[in-house]
Structures are given as C-alpha cells and as structure tokens.
C-alpha cells in the first residue's frame, strides 16, 4: 500500500513514497499513533543526494520481508535533514555523544514521546565489517522494548536529561580582538596541509569559511602567510579531482587528501560559497585562475542549478546510471569519470592523448575500474592554472575545442538526478555569490540571476510578516518553518544586493529577517543565539551551535548580517548583538580555528569597522566598482543618487559635480574623494 509521503515537497521523501514501509513524515500524529499502539518509533535521518541513504533504501526499505518487519513492530518516520536541520541536529547531538560519531543515513529508536534510546547510522542487510544486520538491529530493539521496557524507558530518560545538561558557553559577550585573531591564525598554520593544501587528512572538505577569514586577516594585517594558505589552497582545489574541469563546480569533498577522487555529488551550499571565495580571491590578487572558477562556478549554478521559479536546486546526486549496464545500475561518479579509451573515443588518437596526458588520465585509472578523475596535474609558466605537457605550454584553442568535445560527449549520459527543492539558506548563499562575482566580472546575467532567486524568496518564501518558510519545491512553499540561517544567510543575500544594485528594497527586506532574529532567536540574558525561534516546535532540545558544518552556522552568519545591516543603517541594538553573538568566537577561535571560520571572518570585519563607503553618484559607476573591489574586511558599499534611498547615502552630494565617495569607519569620516585610486588605498589597497 501506499505511505504517507506521496504529498510532500522534499524530493528526498518521495523516493520513498512507494516502498513497502509504512512511512510518517515528521509529525505529532505518527508520535500519537505509537503511543495508541504501544510501539517504539523507528527515526530514519537523511537527504536526496547521500549515497550510503539510496544505498540503504535499496537494500532494505525496498525489501518486503525487512518492510513487514519494520511495520509490525514500529511507526517508521523518514526525514529529509535539508528540510528538517532541527530535528537533525538534536538526534545527531544525541547519536555524536553515544557513539563518538554520526552520519547519514542516520537511524535512532525512539519512545512515542520522542525520547532516543537506540542509534546507528548505516546497517547492511547482512552482518558486514562488524555491523549487525538491519534486520538484527530490528529485532533487538524490539525484544528490548517489549522485554524490557523499564530499562527502555530509564534509558531514554537519561539520554535526554544528558542532552539537556550539556551547556554551550557563549562567552563573554565581547568580540575578538587582535590578539584572539592572531592565535586563530597560529592554529590554522599548525592544520595547514602544506604539500596539498588545505587543512587535516583526508576526507578532506572544501575550508570555504576559512579562506575567507584567511583573505580577511591579509586585507587587515598584510600577512602573507594567510594570503599564501588561502591561495595555495584554492588552486589545488581547482586543480583536482574536486572541482569539475569540464563543466564547472566543485563535489562535496574529497576522499583524498590531495583533492583527487570526490564524493561526486554537487551542493548548492559549496557552489555558492566557494565562487565567492574564488571572486575575493580574484579581487585580492587577481589571479586568472580564480577568475576562471569563479565564473564557472557561477555558470554551473545558473546552467545547472537553477528552477523554472528562479530559485536553486539544493543539489546533484553523486550516482547516475552508468550506460556501459546493461541492468541500469546506479554508480557514483559514472556521468564524470573517463577511461583513456574514452577520451579517444571522443576525439581521435591527437587529442584523446592530449587530453588525456592534460587532464591526468592514466591507463591505470585514478578511480575505480580503470576509470579517472579528471584534474590539471601540471603547471606551466603563464599563471592560469592550466596544465602544460612536457614543461611545454598547450595550446589555448585546442584544449577548449577538447573540452566542449568532451563536455558535449558527457551531455549524453544519464545525467545524475536533482534535488529540485529550493532551500531558502542556500538560495541567500547563492544569491550572495552570484551578485558580487556579477558585479566583479561585468556579468549582469549573474546579478539579475541573483534577483530572480531573491524574488523568488520574497514572493513564495516570505509572508506578510516576514517569516520565512524553509523550503519550497515546484513553486509550491514547504510546511516547516525557516532556522536561523534561513533569515542569515537570506539576509546576506539581500544586503549583497542592495551593495551591488543601490536598490533600497533588498535592504530592507534584510532589515525584517534581522528584527525576526532578535525576537525570536537571541537569548536576551547571554546574547547566544539558538537554531529555532521561540515560538517553533518544542524538541527534546533547543538546538544550537556555533561552529561551521558544510555551511555557516546559523550563529555566526547572523553575526555577520547584524553586523552589515548595522553598518547600513546605523542600528545600535543589531551592532550590539552582533557584538555579543562573537563572543562564542573569542571563546572558541583560538582553539578550534577550522570550525568556526565563519565567526572569525565576521570578526575580523568587526575589527576592522566594518567600513561604510557611500558613493553618491551613477549606480555602476567607476567609483562605485572601485567601491566594490575594496578588500577591506566586510566593507559595505551603498551606491546611488545623492541622498538617495539607502541611509548611507543621506545627506551625502557630489563634489563639482563628479561621482563622489565617502568612506567612514568607527564613527570617523575620511574627506570626501572622487578620485579612484585613493578611494582602492581607503579601501586596503595598502595592505595588498
């Protein structure tokens, strides 16, 4: 018989919607039909694009015989963890504390109050590697519970008062400071990978957070040690295996500590982030190498990414089909790799062995079955990034002709599936990336695909109070309510586009989501900052936390548009708690510097002002992109008529008659230029 997830929006949920299980959505009525029941609830935790999830599904919750079980003993929910980061992160806590470690698929047993009491994430479905059978792990759980309730209950009991004692200390409510900063920066020279690149073994993840604390900290202070850590890290990650050399775009991470064979599936999140990276790298350095990437990257997210509402897809699968099966079999990384015969399938002898010394494919393979990665190994001398052959330098032309020959042969396969749902985070990530690498690359098709995301926020995500629904799919707005890096990160979103566009509205729009998290996400008493509103469903716990995952955390992104937002508009409640939310940085940056780059980034802003520049005059203007190039950490820009509709601009006029900018800083205003170069020395050109 059908479940119950043949309605929801989450792609994720309706690859489930026709297995023999009998699924739940998250919901108080599954919690009420174990009760009414006497069962336990079987939680299971995942997303569209995890391999090990489709590859559980397949071999278990496809199964009849594992399904029956499964029904008769349990009220089975599935989660979509893009949909539901809450629920998420509370079980995840819970399975991290028990097991020293977590994952998707995440599996965790629970009371009809929603108390966890058992957790697991992947379970074969034969004892495998020291890891029970599901159908083991069903079994026990259910002799347990109908054995030894009791001793069920008091272990639930005590799970959730464990949970609900760990305290989060916020701080002191005071900022870094310089001194704060420079040990940060001591830590990550300590983790720094300096062969590869990057920081830690492998798995190795894209440290998009902390390279832009990196080109933050040499903006401030000129250290070349963090412009050179950033640096060296960008292009080895362009180089490699992670990035996408056909088609633009970066996986999620790597397997590998030298960037070679990805996890192939591509996140919306990583994309956006790292083509801002790449764009700030360009404009502290002006690298032809993350120009290129950033404006592929950018092309990958609009050719790829985008939906017919204007918003973005969450993600790519890492499987497609592989078209050499004759059964149709799902395999990871099938639509990316190549075999040298491959190559030369698709080119000729020339340039299949051109293209296969260029982009480092080996008779051997560097994959799986003979199959490679495509990276650019080699260097040559003319700073692009680009591989030569022999110490020699390729030719530019041919090596493009290869590949759009090579990306036109790949449009043939089976291409990999799309999470279509629109996550409203996500989408503000992109919509940052893509009006600022618009701006920087004389690119209006970006920006105006910025505003048609933002558009698309404010039409289906936003209601006609201001709060954000989370997701939505097909033009159709999901159930759950925004988190707190919905309103952040879509507030970054917004206030990158007022800086690019001089359009007041996005400001504003920014200003609501921001009164939205002093009301409903601040603690008053010690200035932290939690996950869900005050108002949302009440959990076992409150989440929060304060380090960086595959994205900002909730916590410090909104740090970061408080702290924009105030130097916009001269807010004192939005710099206070900015001010207050970066405590948790003071406390933490020091010591754990990889996982909190995001508040170290907005902290090195806040130390630097952030500096406001006005620039009064044509929108797009010389001064207004002089404006924007500025590396000064967390700068913004306002751009438009003289006392114009942005309150930067108030009171500002033109100086004979000229474009004029105005550059301000704790409460102290330069003289008024309408001369280029000393508004780039204003704005950290000193440093460079």
């Given at each position: 018989?059908?479940?119950?997830?043949?309605?929801?929006?989450?792609?994720?949920?309706?690859?489930?919607?026709?297995?023999?299980?009998?699924?739940?959505?998250?919901?108080?009525?599954?919690?009420?039909?174990?009760?009414?029941?006497?069962?336990?609830?079987?939680?299971?935790?995942?997303?569209?694009?995890?391999?090990?999830?489709?590859?559980?599904?397949?071999?278990?919750?496809?199964?009849?015989?594992?399904?029956?079980?499964?029904?008769?003993?349990?009220?089975?929910?599935?989660?979509d963890r893009e949909e539901r980061p809450d629920v998420d992160a509370v079980y995840m806590e819970a399975v991290q504390a028990a097991t020293g470690q977590g994952g998707w698929p995440m599996t965790?047993?629970?009371t009809a109050d929603a108390e966890p009491f058992y957790f697991g994430t992947y379970f074969p479905p034969e004892p495998r590697q020291g890891l029970p059978s599901f159908p083991q792990v069903l079994d026990g759980v259910r002799r347990a519970w109908t054995e030894r309730r009791d001793e069920v209950g008091e272990v639930a009991a005590k799970i959730v008062q464990d949970l609900s004692e760990r305290q989060l200390a916020a701080g002191d409510g005071q900022r870094p400071g310089e001194e704060e900063l420079a040990a940060a920066l001591l830590g990550l020279t300590r983790d720094y990978d300096e062969k590869h690149g990057g920081f830690g073994g492998a798995p190795k993840f894209p440290p998009s957070m902390v390279v832009e604390f990196l080109l933050r900290t040499y903006a401030r202070t000129g250290s070349e040690g963090a412009l050179?850590?950033?640096?060296?890290?960008?292009?080895?990650?362009?180089?490699?295996?992670?990035?996408?050399?056909?088609?633009?775009?970066?996986?999620?991470?790597?397997?590998?500590r030298e960037w070679v064979v990805p996890h192939f599936e591509k996140m919306l999140y990583d994309n956006a982030l790292l083509c801002r990276v790449y764009a700030h790298l360009w404009r502290a350095t002006g690298s032809d190498l993350a120009r290129r990437v950033a404006l592929e990257t950018a092309d990958f997210m609009v050719r790829e990414l985008r939906t017919n509402e204007g918003g973005f897809a969450s993600a790519l699968d890492a499987d497609s089909l592989d078209s050499s099966d004759a059964n149709g079999k799902l395999v990871e990384?099938?639509?990316?790799?190549?075999?040298?015969?491959?190559?030369?399938?698709?080119?000729?002898?020339?340039d299949g062995d051109l293209a296969a010394a260029y982009f480092g494919v080996t008779e051997e393979g560097t994959f799986e079955e003979g199959a490679s990665v495509l990276q650019l190994p080699r260097r040559d001398g003319d700073g692009d990034g680009d591989s030569g052959i022999g110490g020699g330098v390729v030719d530019e032309s041919r090596i493009a002709g290869i590949r759009a020959r090579l990306l036109a042969a790949r449009a043939e396969r089976p291409a990999p599936g799309r999470d279509d749902k629109v996550v409203a985070a996500w989408n503000g990530l992109a919509i940052a990336?893509?009006?600022?690498?618009?701006?920087?690359?004389?690119?209006?098709?970006?920006?105006?695909?910025?505003?048609?995301?933002?558009?698309?926020?404010?039409?289906?995500?936003m209601d006609d109070r201001a709060r954000l629904a989370r997701t939505s799919k097909d033009g159709h707005v999901g159930a759950n309510v925004g988190v707190l890096e919905d309103y952040a990160d879509v507030a970054e979103g917004f206030l990158a586009l007022a800086s690019v566009t001089g359009e007041g509205v996005w400001l504003e729009f920014a200003g609501?989501?921001?009164?939205?998290?002093?009301?409903?996400?601040?603690d008053p008493e010690s200035g932290a900052l939690y996950d869900t509103a005050s108002d949302g469903e009440q959990l076992i716990r409150r989440p929060q936390d304060p380090t960086d995952n595959a994205a900002p955390s909730g916590w410090t992104a909104a740090a970061g548009a408080l702290l924009s937002y105030a130097a916009h508009t001269g807010a004192a409640p939005h710099r206070e708690a900015a001010e207050r939310a970066l405590g948790v940085v003071k406390a933490l940056g020091p010591r754990v510097p990889r996982f909190i780059g995001h508040g170290l980034a907005v902290a090195e802003a806040a130390v630097d002002g952030p500096r406001e520049v006005a620039v009064a005059g044509e929108i797009g203007g010389a001064l207004h992109r002089v404006a924007l190039l500025g590396t000064a950490p967390g700068a913004v820009v306002a751009a438009g008529p003289p006392d114009g509709e942005l309150p930067l601009l108030a009171g500002r006029s033109l100086v004979d008659g000229r474009e004029t900018a105005y550059v301000c800083r704790g409460f102290v205003c330069d003289r008024p230029t309408t001369d280029a170069e000393e508004l780039a020395e204003a704005l950290g050109a000193a440093a460079r």
């Open positions: 018989m059908p479940n119950r997830l043949a309605h929801e929006t989450s792609p994720y949920l309706l690859q489930h919607a026709d297995n023999p299980v009998d699924w739940w959505p998250w919901s108080a009525e599954a919690f009420t039909a174990a009760r009414e029941r006497g069962v336990p609830v079987l939680l299971s935790v995942g997303y569209s694009s995890c391999h090990w999830c489709h590859v559980m599904a397949h071999e278990s919750f496809e199964d009849g015989a594992t399904a029956a079980l499964m029904n008769e003993h349990f009220v089975n929910i599935k989660v965790v047993f629970l050179q850590m950033a640096a060296d890290t960008c292009e080895r990650m362009a180089r490699g295996g992670i990035y996408d050399q056909l088609g633009g775009g970066f996986a999620r991470y790597s397997v590998d990384g099938a639509y990316y790799v190549w075999t040298a015969a491959q190559l030369r399938e698709v080119l000729g002898e020339a990336a893509l009006a600022e690498t618009g701006a920087l690359f004389d690119r209006p098709d970006l920006v105006t695909a910025a505003v048609g995301a933002a558009d698309l926020l404010v039409r289906l995500h609501f989501l921001l009164d939205h998290v002093l009301a409903q996400f601040v």
